[in-house]
């Protein structure tokens, strides 16, 4: 099961730096994802959803708005005391890991977004994850992951960029290694250097069908994009997967 020692993304996801370097997400985006999948999955009022990896909750605090009952979990607890400020009688937010049981048969969709997912060294964590979104849903409720496209990215790495915030300025260098995508990322502030890195597999199509179908999750529908058009393996930005629960 999880290992004790400390990871990456135990470091780089409680860090203030994390969302400094990310302050750009476009909220826009983010809402226009969640409106086209509710238009696909079309949920009753009544139905209750999980996002898994939520971050600082823009994806569950939108969902909420709309009026769905919506619970967040993410491992980084400053993301959770953040989101946690939105709570209401529909909304709350856990720190959790993925890898462990949450609720079991409780909810009608799960939600793992923005590639909030293999983050892991073993693939047995990946296959934990995948079956504790399984173990969350009712029987016939929906999975919702949405991934990078790996094979596109790795096409097209960029290997050395340098990204200015405010006063920072974000030296990143990506490569591949070993399987992961490795993006290192140092930077001064306040005179002080600082040091962190990612590191996602470069999970493919193949790698998420095996882990569904031993979590006794079936595929409906494949997206490459957050209009919902269809995957193409060369060309599409991201690799979605609606996956129901048999």
């Not at 569950?60 to 709570?87: C, M, P, R």
């Not at 909030?116 to 969350?136: T, Y």
Request: glycine letters at 4%; charged letters at 30%.
């Amino acid at each position: 099961m999880p290992d004790k020692q400390e990871k990456w993304y135990q470091n780089w996801f409680n860090s203030p730096y994390y969302h400094i370097l990310y302050n750009k997400r476009d909220e826009r985006e983010a809402e226009h994802l969640m409106d086209n999948l509710c238009e696909y999955l079309t949920p009753s009022a009544n139905e209750r959803m999980l996002d898994v990896g939520c971050g600082k909750g823009r994806h569950a605090i939108y969902l909420n708005k709309k009026g769905y009952d919506v619970t967040g979990i993410d491992l980084s607890q400053e993301n959770i005391k953040h989101a946690a400020a939105f709570e209401n009688a529909k909304l709350h937010f856990y720190v959790h890991d993925m890898r462990n049981l949450f609720f079991i048969n409780y909810f009608d969709i799960v939600f793992n977004l923005f590639t909030s997912f293999g983050f892991f060294e073993k693939e047995r964590d990946h296959q934990h994850a995948i079956n504790m979104f399984a173990h969350s849903l009712k029987k016939d409720g929906a999975l919702v992951l949405d991934f990078m496209n790996a094979e596109k990215l790795q096409n097209n790495l960029v290997f050395r960029e340098t990204q200015t915030v405010g006063p920072i300025e974000f030296h990143i260098q990506r490569k591949l290694e070993n399987g992961f995508i490795v993006k290192k990322i140092d930077f001064e502030d306040k005179g002080r250097h600082f040091a962190f890195k990612e590191e996602v597999r470069a999970l493919s199509p193949e790698d998420f069908k095996r882990f569904f179908h031993k979590a006794g999750l079936e595929i409906e529908s494949t997206f490459g994009d957050y209009d919902l058009n269809k995957f193409d393996s060369k060309t599409s930005d991201r690799l979605i997967f609606v996956c129901r629960k048999k």
